[in-house]
């Protein structure tokens, strides 16, 4: 049996007539770039992440850069995040001339530990930005309360969390902004690239709004210098015809979550699978099942490869050791926790279309892996 770590065209089968309906659309009124698809969009999302306001833009790393580019943020400015992340997390800040301020996770959510937050704030920090990592909330309560304390802004990087909740607050709904990406593997994934910027502060949106169109308050009239990021409404067609389904997807998800964790507690293994460990009062929508193995890592991935079952590291380099990111000063030790994911942590496949029999395989591999 083969086992792939995600399996789109399964999913397309079930909306295949949605979408091509939806694209059709788009096709015949020719209208490519915004317009009324792209105006539906953002108003569906921002109702489905609890927020008065959503804009669209080409992609999730271009969400973070918008929403830094409207606070102003630049040269001279810190911006406390995650090294445990994609890489996009960090970019956003770095290409705008700010720093990145890392500070370690949390070894159970992998999460931002906020307790470290207090010792990396200085008079240069302007914002603090959670990731939702796998499609779990940080730790929401005691970042807001810190941010409002210290007078610093929250950005939630989302991209992994659409619908995703704390205490009932949808991510993207709680911080100043929330920054999704459509990427086709989210589990609200596009045709290609794009992304959305929540917020309920309309000043804000107004400016992200006129920074993805070359800071244009019209075509020709340019009262700052932005970027070209918007979401082209083909792109929006897609994502409207799958919204609707996406709490069935995510919901799928969560219960196969389940099943993998009962199956790997009941295997009996004789060496150590942590599974993932779900905060109290939260929804995770499981964009990763992601499980820790202390020993034997990767000999447990390549054992899983002879058997066909796919998987992957999420991430196996650390942001704060990333060669681009050399000139900051950090080095192997500095953040031990999220350097510890690094190694011994992975993702088995998981997509709302995963079969019982397929999760049975993927653990019985598991199994019968001899360390």
């Given at each position: ?13 079930s ?7 939806a ?18 969009l ?40 995650t ?7 960090a ?18 959510t992998?999460n ?11 008079s ?9 990592l ?13 941010c ?16 995703a ?6 991510a ?16 609200l ?15 804000f949106?107004?400016?992200?709004r006129?920074?993805?169109v070359?800071?244009?308050?019209t ?7 932005g ?45 150590r699978v942590?599974p ?9 929508i ?12 990767d ?9 066909d ?8 380099i650390?942001?704060?050791l ?28 998981l997509?709302?279309e ?7 395989y993927v ?9």
């Amino acid at each position: 049996m083969k086992v792939p770590l995600i399996d789109l065209q399964a999913q397309f089968v079930s909306i295949r007539d949605q979408v091509r309906e939806a694209v059709d659309r788009v096709f015949e009124t020719q209208m490519f770039v915004m317009g009324p698809e792209v105006a539906a969009l953002e108003a569906e999302v921002a109702g489905y992440c609890q927020t008065t306001e959503a804009i669209g833009c080409a992609s999730g790393s271009d969400a973070l850069l918008l929403a830094f580019m409207a606070l102003n943020v630049g040269p001279g400015d810190e911006v406390i995040t995650t090294p445990f992340s994609f890489f996009a997390t960090a970019s956003a800040i770095a290409r705008l001339g700010a720093r990145p301020v890392f500070v370690d996770i949390d070894p159970l959510t992998y999460n931002l530990n906020v307790n470290q937050i207090p010792a990396a704030i200085s008079s240069r920090t302007r914002v603090v930005l959670p990731v939702h990592l796998y499609g779990q909330c940080a730790d929401m309560d005691q970042l807001l309360e810190l941010c409002k304390s210290k007078s610093l802004t929250l950005i939630e990087d989302a991209a992994q969390a659409i619908g995703a909740e704390d205490r009932g607050r949808r991510a993207g709904s709680m911080g100043l902004a929330g920054c999704f990406s459509f990427y086709p593997t989210k589990n609200l994934g596009a045709a290609g690239d794009a992304g959305i910027i929540t917020t309920s502060d309309s000043d804000f949106a107004t400016r992200v709004r006129r920074l993805r169109v070359h800071g244009g308050l019209t075509e020709y009239q340019h009262v700052e210098v932005g970027i070209n990021s918007r979401i082209d409404a083909i792109q929006a067609v897609v994502l409207r015809a799958k919204l609707p389904h996406l709490d069935g997807w995510s919901n799928a998800r969560a219960q196969k979550a389940e099943v993998y964790s009962h199956l790997l507690e009941g295997a009996k293994l004789n060496f150590r699978v942590d599974p993932p460990f779900i905060k109290s009062g939260t929804r995770h929508i499981f964009h990763q099942y992601v499980i820790r193995v202390p020993d034997h890592r990767d000999a447990l991935m390549e054992h899983l490869k002879t058997r066909d079952v796919a998987t992957k590291v999420y991430y196996p380099i650390p942001l704060h050791l990333q060669e681009c990111f050399k000139y900051l000063g950090y080095k192997e030790g500095d953040l031990p926790e999220a350097e510890k994911a690094a190694r011994e942590t992975f993702a088995l496949p998981l997509f709302p279309e995963l079969t019982a029999e397929q999760q049975e395989y993927v653990v019985n591999a598991i199994k019968d892996f001899r360390p």
